[in-house]
């Protein structure tokens, strides 16, 4: 039987209209804006209510400590990139960092990608000059193109429905990918085998010969359930266009409720997170698993308010706090902040983002990270959690399958010079798929350590 939803709730999807919209893109023909959108409400939901409660229980799990979140991807998908190549490089790569996770944890490892929908980036500011040339600055495939010409800059809301479909594209092969032998754990594993030959990553070998000999063990003992054979892989990424994720919000049928079905996982962004704004609300009244980032200085008010405003009734799972404070803040800012959040009693899963408070331009002008830092700062997440008995419940990293040079360090040691070689990101360094299982095989130490 079909549950129609309440008539209130329906409304409600459309307050956030009326509040203020951070980092929105100014659309030049709002007859276009509204043709798009009518479009997108009239396409079928890319993701399921079902699976969105399934994620949410999970991410409850990983609050308590009985599962582990690896969420990764690109900054900013490009439409340019999803090809079926780059796609699988990045699918095999978190499925291969969550094997050395699962391992080091002894946890299921929840797969989710910065993917199939990671489209809309928020911007430090509106323009961008150059050469005293001032255009709009580029705010993801979903709004305009990256070309410094006023034609790729002039925000076009047809790249919504682009971005729509590119990401049903991808969804597709993620589905392909994960539901076949391709995802096998026996297979992945081997993959892993190949990063290992490499003498560079010597000091993982006592590590990698020890989930080699589990996994032999249990192909021995004749195990061969489902668990090893599929995955389940969910998407996330930023709601940050509040056009594109109202347009595709459908009510499930079994309950009336809404969800917002571009993606599993939808997080707030750090810029987009005020307490009163048009992004908190409308993300308050879609039943999905969702994040808020939380920089270095979030209080423990706002972060208690965030709580009582997204998951009133404390479901477990509902809410994650996506913390960024930066490698040489963390240890100052996270304590008090997790311990209030804590006291309150409202239960939230905890995720480290070690990339996006560790952002520096180099001496040669590109942005990048350090690796080396990037890892500190996930040290010192399980550092505080451990100190103060709180659940380090999961890693949320920008990354890619391929070999791209755009972030520095690492044991195949990416320099200044060396960003130049292949720097192809069009937002933030991303790791490169050595530099990720690298992290992988770090965090699992961290976790054994636990
Ligand atoms: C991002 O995740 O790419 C991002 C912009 O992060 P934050 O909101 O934490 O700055
Ligand atoms: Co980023």
């Known amino acids: 039987m079909t549950v129609l939803p309440d008539p209130d709730v329906v409304a409600g999807l459309d307050h956030w209209r009326t509040l203020h919209a951070g980092q929105q893109p100014t659309w030049p ?14 396409s079928p939901p890319l993701v399921f209510a079902g699976e969105a409660d399934r994620l949410r229980d999970l991410l409850g799990r990983a609050g308590r400590g009985e599962a582990f979140l690896l969420q990764g991807g690109d900054c900013a998908e490009t439409f340019a990139e999803a090809t079926a190549d780059r796609i699988r490089n990045k699918i095999k790569t978190i499925l291969q960092m969550a094997i050395v996770l699962t391992y080091g944890a002894s946890l299921p490892v929840i797969k989710m990608g910065r993917m199939a929908g990671q489209y809309a980036k928020p911007r430090s500011s509106d323009d961008e000059a150059r050469d005293g040339v001032v255009l709009p600055a580029y705010r993801g495939d979903a709004v305009n193109a990256h070309d410094f010409t006023p034609e790729s800059r002039r925000p076009d809301p047809q790249r919504m429905v682009r971005a729509y479909h590119t990401s049903a594209a991808t969804l597709n092969l993620i589905r392909a990918f994960t539901a076949g032998g391709f995802a096998d754990m026996r297979r992945v594993h081997e993959w892993n085998r190949g990063f290992m030959a490499n003498p560079a990553y010597a000091r993982y070998e006592a590590l990698a010969a020890e989930i080699d000999r589990a996994i032999r063990f249990m192909a021995a003992a004749g195990a061969d359930f489902d668990g090893l054979r599929t995955v389940e892989f969910f998407s996330s990424h930023e709601a940050l266009l509040l056009d594109y994720e109202r347009a595709l919000t459908r009510f499930d049928s079994r309950t009336g409720h809404p969800y917002d079905c571009s993606a599993h ?15 908190v609300d409308f993300l308050s009244r879609v039943t999905n698993p969702i994040g808020v980032k939380l920089g270095p200085s979030t209080s423990a008010e706002t972060a208690l308010a965030l709580q009582d405003k997204l998951n009133p009734d404390g479901v477990p799972g509902r809410l994650t706090f996506i913390t960024r404070m930066g490698a040489g803040r963390i240890r100052d800012v996270l304590p008090s902040l997790v311990e209030k959040v804590e006291a309150g009693g409202n239960p939230v899963t905890w995720v480290c983002d070690p990339m996006h408070g560790n952002t520096f331009a180099a001496p040669s002008g590109y942005k990048t990270r350090d690796f080396g830092v990037v890892l500190d700062e996930v040290k010192g997440f399980f550092e505080v959690h451990s100190a103060l008995g709180t659940v380090p419940g999961g890693l949320h990293v920008e990354l890619t399958g391929d070999d791209v040079t755009e972030v520095m360090g690492g ?13 192809e990101t069009l937002v933030d360094p991303r790791l490169n798929h050595q530099q990720s299982l690298e992290m992988a095989f770090q965090v699992a130490e961290m976790l054994r350590e636990r």
Request: glycine share 8%.
């Open 265 to 279: 996982f939808l997080w707030i962004g750090e810029r987009t997170r005020e307490i009163d704004g048009a992004h």
């Open 411 to 423: 044991s195949e040691e990416i320099d200044d010079i060396g960003l130049s070689r292949r720097y």
């Open 29 to 42: 023909d709002p007859d276009a804006l509204a043709v798009a959108t009518a479009e997108l409400a009239a």
